[in-house]
T-cell receptor, first 115, second 115 residues
Framework: GNSVTQMEGPVTLSEEAFLTINCTYT??????LFWYVQYPGEGLQLLLK?????DKGSNKGFEATYRKETTSFHLEKGSVQVSDSAVYFC??????????????FGKGTHLIIQP | GAGVSQSPSNKVTEKGKDVELRCDPI?????LYWYRQRLGQGLEFLIY????????KSGLPSDRFSAERTGESVSTLTIQRTQQEDSAVYLC?????????????FGNGTRLTVT
């Protein structure tokens, strides 16, 4: 079956540090890949996505590149801010047309940015 | 515009009681999803509605769980005879399903605590 594995947190960084949150996946076919973010007290919201190999999703200074050869979709940001503190979820959709589009989420990574 | 609304935001109930959780999706979104997030775990898929029908109920953990949707709008998730292991955040999401790699729009969740 499909699965998403992401690094466990919490991840604690200082402001302006470089961020990488690793995400790898197992899926049949050609999934779409997503990063969702959950800020404190808010619901999950889409951060970025990529729908085919070598695509790069980007938003709010975050980037992730769909690497089919390594089945990865690592999230990166060059200089984090305190406001980036949140829980980040990597997810995939196997586009199978089945229940819930075959959406599978990782466990989430809690990111804490210290001033 | 209005996002996905869930109520109540917090619910504390005694073991054995029934609870009903409500979700108001974004207007016009035909697809509606329920997920459960236990402490330290990823998002666990429960059920998916397309319109008012639920083609995929595979994620419901037991027959104590049921869900319905009416008018292609509001959905309720009912848990009967609650158990302590039901304690979790219950998240609702909706999407328009216009394209592959559907973007889900999440509510803020209902935090259920069974004592």
């Amino acid at each position: 079956g499909n699965s998403v594995t992401q690094m466990e947190g919490p991840v604690t960084l200082s402001e302006e540090a470089f961020l990488t949150i690793n995400c790898t996946y197992t899926a049949t076919g050609y999934p779409s890949l997503f990063w969702y973010v959950q800020y404190p007290g808010e619901g999950l919201q889409l951060l970025l996505k990529a729908t085919k190999a070598d695509d790069k999703g980007s938003n709010k200074g975050f980037e992730a590149t769909y690497r089919k050869e390594t089945t990865s979709f690592h999230l990166e940001k060059g200089s984090v801010q305190v406001s980036d503190s949140a829980v980040y979820f990597c997810a995939l959709s196997d586009n199978s047309g089945g229940g819930a589009d075959g959406l599978t989420f990782g466990k989430g990574t809690h990111l804490i940015i210290q001033p | 515009g209005a996002g996905v609304s869930q109520s109540p935001s917090n619910k504390v109930t005694e073991k054995g009681k029934d609870v009903e959780l409500r979700c108001d999706p974004i207007s016009g979104h035909t697809a509606l999803y329920w997920y459960r997030q236990r402490l330290g775990q990823g998002l666990e898929f429960l059920i998916y509605f397309q319109g008012n029908s639920a083609p995929d109920k595979s994620g419901l953990p037991s027959d104590r769980f049921s869900a319905e949707r009416t008018g292609e709008s509001v959905s309720t998730l009912t848990i009967q005879r609650t158990q302590q292991e039901d304690s979790a955040v219950y998240l609702c999401a909706s999407s328009s399903r216009e394209t592959w790699g559907s973007t889900l729009h999440f509510g803020n969740g209902t935090r259920l605590t069974v004592t």
